[in-house]
C-alpha cells in the first residue's frame, strides 16, 4: 500500500496506473505479421470482450517509417502514454491504454494484460 502526500498549490495530481503482473508476451515477426487488430470481434488479432470496447477499436500497422497504432474510434479516445491519439508512431516502451486494457510496445514484442480475463 503507498500513501500520496502533495505538497505546495492545490491543482491536480496525475494518478499513473502501472500494468497488472497479470501480462502475456507476444512475439513479432515483422516479415509475416505487419498489420494487428484489436477490438471486440472475433475477426481481430487482438480480441477484447468488454461491451464497451468496439468491434473494431484500433490497428497496429508496420509502414517503412515504423509500426504505427491507429484509433477506429471517435467517441471514447485511445490513449499512448497518457494523450489521447489518433495516430501515433510507437516507440520502445509505449503504453496503449482503452478501457482497462494495456498493451506495451517493445519493438519485437507485445505484453498485455488479461483484465477480467476479457482478452481472448
Known amino acids: 500500500m503507498y500513501t500520496l502526500f502533495v505538497t ?3 491543482k491536480y495530481v496525475k494518478l499513473v496506473a502501472m500494468p497488472s503482473v497479470e501480462q502475456e508476451t507476444y512475439l513479432l515477426n515483422t516479415t509475416i505479421i505487419q498489420n494487428i487488430s484489436i477490438g471486440s470481434e472475433s475477426t481481430n488479432n487482438i480480441i477484447y470482450k468488454n461491451q464497451a470496447v468496439p468491434a473494431k477499436l484500433a490497428t497496429i500497422q508496420y ?13 471514447d ?5 497518457d494523450e489521447a491519439i489518433i ?6 516502451g ?8 494495456k498493451i506495451i510496445w517493445m519493438q519485437n514484442f507485445l505484453k498485455i494484460n488479461n483484465p477480467k480475463n476479457q482478452l481472448v
Not at 63 to 75: I, P
Not at 77 to 81: A, L, M, Q, S
Not at 94 to 101: D, P, T
Request: proline fraction near 3%; avoid cysteine.
Open 8 to 10: 505546495g498549490e492545490k
Open 77 to 81: 479516445p485511445v490513449y499512448v502514454n
Open 94 to 101: 509505449m503504453l496503449f491504454f482503452y478501457n482497462g486494457l
Open 63 to 75: 509502414t517503412n517509417d515504423g509500426w504505427f497504432v491507429n484509433s477506429l474510434v471517435q467517441k
Open 87 to 92: 495516430t501515433s508512431r510507437l516507440k520502445m
